[in-house]
């Protein structure tokens, strides 16, 4: 460069150099490259963690305890029912479940205490909590003293003690049972923790070494249901997949009973059936060898005839065997031939969609033994209140159109469309509810009402006993309503519940 050139070149930089627009752009060019040279040191180990942290939650959700509420989650549910407990937990539902036994409350009692302390401590027992609550339960001062509520042995016998307290704890639900004594915040939690604590309870009983295959085997056995439920032994057979519990219970059970069996089926496409019960996880299939010998006709009478026999212990809601139906709701009939006046079911010649070949069992989904030893009656049919609708408010969803968060779940429909009771009960209220609008409320066992808020008509009133299906309304938009739906709550011993995942619970999906 000549000397001229130079001294223009250093001239323009001492001129832009004071420029403060200049100065500007070159400490942002600075920066820019030392951002571009930390990403390529640094990029791979964020997106590494990135990914761990991913995974972790998504396997955290894959082991979430095996919810029964969630039904579709069978063999993730088993999966962590034989997954890995540390020596402390282990112990600690130990103690549990022998203080269950002492105080006479059983394994049923035992499946209870496990899985509220599954949720409230992760079955540690610590010494902090929210507020003043302390050891396995969480108890909080008013329990007792901190060191009894600190002792495993000591706390378990106070949660055992209240729980013996409640009236047919025994016919109740785990989560409705565990939520009564320990009257938390989220009354649904313990429901994902049921398949876990009776995995537990079954590893236990089993006396197995901890993390020997005895001991994975039989947790892989615990299955949720109430006291009077049937339980049987995990089949490894990948048809278990997507059943319901009751479904599951079943399948299981049909296995252990008849060894014979190879062929089961569960969850799959029917779209001739009447029903999506198999769609749905609530239908297993019990494949007959040899169906048309003297020995396959012996072994479905056999298997139809146990289903019906333990109905109530495995949740059956039907049975279809040899073109001949038996159901619940019309047990007292007996079996009906297919294809007459008494039953519509198919009696043509085809063995398969006659039911000559297999044994079709249908379940309600999450009801098996809730009628317990007394007798008093299960739940029952469950169905879905409207038969077309488009879901538009969920529960928990929070705005202005509520003065808290919203406690049911929304069926949109045309007015007039026609209300069915989700299941049977005794209707304690028809009439004007305020921002409900016209409001029917229906009683069932167990503790549970279902609330029908804004119609246009009510067909039914107080005392009324109404089955399941039954029409008691029609829609409106009366009330605290923007356009004609269906507002449904479902109530737990007057605390409401999500009705998707209680309705989805037990095998009827909204």
């Known amino acids: 460069m000549d000397p001229a050139t130079a001294k223009m070149a250093l001239q323009l930089a001492t001129t832009l150099a004071r420029q403060r627009g200049f100065r500007y752009l070159i400490v942002g060019l600075v920066l820019a490259g030392l951002c571009t040279s930390l990403a390529v040191v640094f990029g791979p180990w964020m997106l590494a963690a990135q990914l761990t942290a991913s995974l972790r ?80 339960f969480q108890q909080r001062a008013s329990w007792g003293p901190a060191a009894v509520r600190e002792d495993p042995v000591h706390s378990s016998r106070l949660f055992f003690q209240a729980l013996a307290k409640v009236t047919g704890w025994q016919l109740m639900s785990v989560t409705v049972a ?46 949720c249901g109430a006291a009077g439920a049937m339980s049987c032994p995990a089949t490894g057979m990948a048809a278990e997949q997507g059943l319901t519990p009751d479904a599951l219970r079943v399948f299981r059970c049909l296995k252990d009973s008849w060894p014979q069996l190879t062929t089961l089926y569960g969850v799959g496409d029917r779209p001739a059936n009447v029903d999506t019960d198999h769609q749905d996880g609530r239908a297993v299939d019990a494949m007959i060898p040899g169906p048309s010998s003297a020995t396959g006709v012996r072994l479905g009478d056999a298997i139809a005839a146990w289903a019906v026999r333990k109905h109530q212990a495995l949740g059956v809601k039907y049975v279809i065997w040899n073109a001949r139906i038996w159901n619940v709701e019309r047990a007292s009939e007996g079996w009906r031939s297919c294809g007459t006046s008494a039953a519509a079911c198919y009696s043509g010649p085809d063995p398969t969609a006659a039911h000559r070949d297999h044994v079709h069992i249908s379940v309600y989904g999450d009801q098996a033994g809730s009628g317990g030893a007394s007798g008093v009656r299960g739940f029952g049919s469950i169905v879905l209140p ?117 309705l989805s619970g037990r095998g009827v999906s909204p």
Not at 189 to 197: C, D, G, H, Q, T
Not at 417 to 429: C, D, L, Q, S, Y
């Open 386 to 502: 409207v038969d077309h609708y488009v879901l538009t408010a969920r529960f928990g969803q929070c705005s202005s159109h509520w003065a808290n968060c919203h406690t049911g779940l929304d069926f949109a429909a045309p007015t007039g469309t026609p209300i069915h009771a989700i299941m049977a009960g005794t209707v304690v209220w028809a009439g004007w509810g305020g921002a409900y609008g016209n409001l029917t409320k229906i009683q069932h066992p167990n503790g549970v009402q279902s609330w029908y808020a804004h119609q246009s008509a009510q067909e039914v009133r107080v005392g009324d006993a109404v089955s399941a299906g039954q029409v008691i309304g029609r829609i409106g938009a009366t009330g605290n309503t923007t356009g004609p739906h269906l507002h449904l709550e479902v109530r737990v011993n007057g605390t409401p519940v999500d009705p998707d995942a209680w």
């Open 57 to 136: 939650g998504q396997q955290q959700r894959i082991t979430d305890g095996g919810s029964c509420a969630d039904s579709t989650l069978a063999l993730a549910g088993d999966a962590q029912a034989s997954g890995d407990f540390s020596a402390e937990q282990v112990r600690n539902a130990t103690t549990i479940w022998s203080v269950s036994q002492q105080l006479s409350l059983g394994d049923r009692g035992a499946v209870v205490g496990i899985a509220t302390a599954l949720q409230e401590s992760g079955l540690r027992n610590l010494n902090y909590g929210d507020r003043d609550s302390l050891g396995l």
């Open 178 to 223: 565990a939520q009564t004594v320990q009257r938390s915040a989220f009354p649904d939690a313990y429901a994902k923790w049921e398949r876990s604590a009776a995995g537990l309870v079954a590893s236990i009983k089993a006396k197995a070494p901890a993390g020997s295959a005895d001991a994975v085997a039989a947790m892989g056995s615990g299955m």
